[in-house]
């Protein structure tokens, strides 16, 4: 019997679990917290290990180890077994599961989880499955065991965590959005978080399909030379998928207008093109997605319009955990903003968020990153955390006014995660209703 070592509990760590066992593998299951074992997985033969990975696992001899994004390259016994082993995802497991299913993968600094719901959501209805998974929605591998028989087409979101542990994995269509520098602190340098991105792109042939950003100077710098067909797309010049007089073309075909887009901002015509590609390519017909392009709300926390009350607009911006992304925010309004910025510390600069500044009626900073934002916006207002930030922040807002959380900084300082942060500015919107 094959045994395997499974890093990692959470909802992609049952999920995993569960393939491998179908494929009749002994398993070794190990974390550092709490495995939360879901009800329905047969424990017979599984080897369990929580609170404490053990470092005899070091001497294992397995056939794969599948390994959780979220625990660290470093730990001691992972970084020893990788001197031996390849340290896959459970990304990889399901594509090797379920040989039908075709992928349409995205990722990118900024951007992925909007493209990939507008995707999902160009994909819905049609008689083809379709699912949506990875970075976004429900892990892969569940998906895998569910619904390996379908032919399914699915819209893959991939962090770079995730793609660290791809080796087989082949999408049918691909995009790298955008880049910049993000995640510094795990990769110890741009370049290496760079090239996490691209490995991407390592098994596409002739018979796949890479969007290409020809705006992104880093991606133009890496992708000119690839193995798979090649489709430009930008906002500023002529490209395969360019934008013209408000209308996006395809050669010479008109894929949408950007007054049809609910969806706010040029970042987001950006990933309506990539959506609008991606669902053709899979199959969908142009006319039943212009007609689905037009009922797409967006996603919460993402540039997330939460309510207009005395003429004051609140947004919810609680991914843009980097400045590139809060820079994208501040582009898409004309009108005043105070921006609420601030959170745990990801090792990178906001030296570029004063390009913005003029966008910025008044910046109120909190959390960990606070000082680091106060030192590129002198005039800047610190507060402790969210609710004081939200507070003063209305005490300042008039009509016409709009009130943004784009954090620029990750959560984890004050929050489990952003959704978490996001949450907590919805209700303190909510509660100027009350």
Known sequence: MKTAIVFGGARSGNAVVRLLLEDNYH??????????????????NIE???????MSLREARVDIIVKNPGIPDFHPVIAWLAQRYF???????????????????????NG????????????????????????????????????????????????????????????KVATILNLSPDHIDRYLGEKRYYDAKFRLLQNMDHNTVFLRNI?????????????????????????????????????????????????????????????VMMASLLGVELDRIQ????????????????????GVKYYNDSKAT??????????????????LAGGSNKNTSYEGLYLYASRIKELIVFGETAAQLQAVFEDAIMVD??????????????????????????????????????????ALVKSLRK
């Open 27 to 44: 398993i070794i299951w190990a974390d550092d917290g709490k495995l939360n074992i879901e009800a329905d997985i047969d424990t017979t």
């Open 48 to 54: 369990i290990h929580e609170d404490g990975i053990p």
């Open 87 to 109: 340290i896959y995802n459970e990304v990889d497991v399901a594509f090797l599961h379920a040989k039908k299913f075709q992928y349409a993968a995205i990722t990118g600094t």
């Open 112 to 171: 992925k989880t909007t493209t990939t719901s507008l995707l999902h959501h160009l994909l819905s209805d049609e008689q083809t499955p379709n699912y949506v998974a990875g970075n976004i929605g429900m892990p892969l591998s569940q998906i895998a065991y569910e619904h390996s028989d379908e032919n399914a087409n699915i819209a893959l979101e991939l962090s770079s965590f995730q793609i660290d542990g791809l080796l087989f994995f082949k999408p």
């Open 215 to 275: 705006d992104d100077k880093e991606i133009m710098e890496r992708a000119r030379y690839l193995n798979a067909q090649i489709i430009d797309f930008s906002l500023t010049q002529k490209a395969d998928v360019y934008l013209v007089d408000n209308e996006v073309y395809y050669k010479d075909r008109l894929l949408f207008n950007v007054d049809d887009l609910m969806i706010k901002g040029p970042h987001n015509i950006q990933n309506a093109m990539v959506a």
């Open 291 to 310: 007609s689905k392009l037009k009922t797409f709300t967006g996603v919460i926390h993402r540039l997330q319009l939460v309510d207009t009350i005395d």
């Open 322 to 339: 980097n400045p590139n992304s809060t820079m994208t925010a501040l582009s898409s309004f004309d009108t005043p903003v105070i921006l």
């Open 385 to 426: 955390n969210l609710e004081e930030a939200f507070k003063k922040a209305n005490e300042i807002a008039v009509s016409g006014d709009t009130v943004l959380l784009s954090p620029a900084s990750a959560s984890y300082d004050q929050y489990q995660n952003f959704e978490e942060r996001g949450n907590e500015f919805i």
